[in-house]
């Protein structure tokens, strides 16, 4: 099963609010990372966010990171048409020993749709 | 020059056709990746290649054989596909494998099997 799962699978606002996405995952992780996907092209690389880090801004976007949970959260802030795309979590799981697989592991995605 | 290129963009193939998916960077990353990511789904990792060398294979089909000639080529091999097969082929590469930090990903090759 994917480690990380997300919702909402589907978010639709308007342009200039916010939007929020949230990620869980089951193991321990070396760092979650966001992407963008836009109409099935290429993946584009958000922000990385390590394990011993709780919060991280870049732009009009911030993530935050809750390992107790196994949580984190993507808000994006006065959203454009433009940021109308899928995003998706993924994970840098961790061995029982404590190194990285040194893989990604997606989530099932969350579709923001921003109107004009 | 931060772009991973692919070619080709668009594929269609026979079940009995043998073609091949073409990869590069020039970023000097030495980890790079094939991905498969069916419609409305999350990209699947097929292979990792760390310095030249394969990595990880998430236990694909001998149909599928990559290929690593140096550290800014990849190559995806594809022979006696199925219909199943059909999908978004994704590329990427990162500065290592070892997960620190983030892939860029190229623009993918549709690929259909007839």
């Known amino acids: 099963s994917q480690q990380g799962e997300e919702d909402p699978q589907a978010l639709s606002i308007q342009e200039g609010e916010n939007a929020t996405m949230n990620c869980s995952y089951k193991?321990?992780?070396?760092?979650l990372q966001w992407y963008r996907q836009n109409s099935g092209r290429g993946l584009v690389h958000l922000i990385l966010i390590r394990s011993n880090e709780r919060e991280k801004h870049s732009g009009r976007l911030r993530v935050t990171l809750d390992t107790s949970k196994k949580s984190s959260s993507l808000l994006i802030t006065a959203s454009r048409a433009a940021d109308t795309a899928s995003y998706f979590c993924a994970t840098d799981a961790l061995r029982d020993g404590g190194t990285s697989y040194g893989k990604l592991t997606f989530g099932q995605g969350t579709i923001l749709t921003v109107h004009p | 020059d931060t772009e991973v290129t692919q070619t080709p963009k668009h594929l269609v193939m026979g079940m009995t056709n043998k073609k091949s998916l073409k990869c590069e960077q020039h970023?000097?990353?030495?980890?790079m990746y094939w991905y498969k990511q069916k419609a409305k789904k999350p990209p699947e990792l097929m292979f990792v290649y760390s310095y030249e060398k394969l990595s990880i294979n998430e236990s694909v089909p001998s149909r599928f054989s990559p290929e690593c000639p140096n550290s800014s080529l990849l190559n995806l091999h594809l022979h006696a596909l199925q219909p199943e097969d059909s999908a978004l082929y994704l590329c990427?590469?990162?500065?290592?494998?070892?997960?620190?930090?983030?892939?860029?990903f190229g623009p993918g090759t549709r690929l259909t099997v007839t």
């Open positions: 990427a590469s990162s500065h290592s494998g070892t997960g620190f930090y983030g892939q860029y």
């Open positions: 970023m000097g990353h030495r980890a």
């Open positions: 193991t321990s992780i070396n760092n």
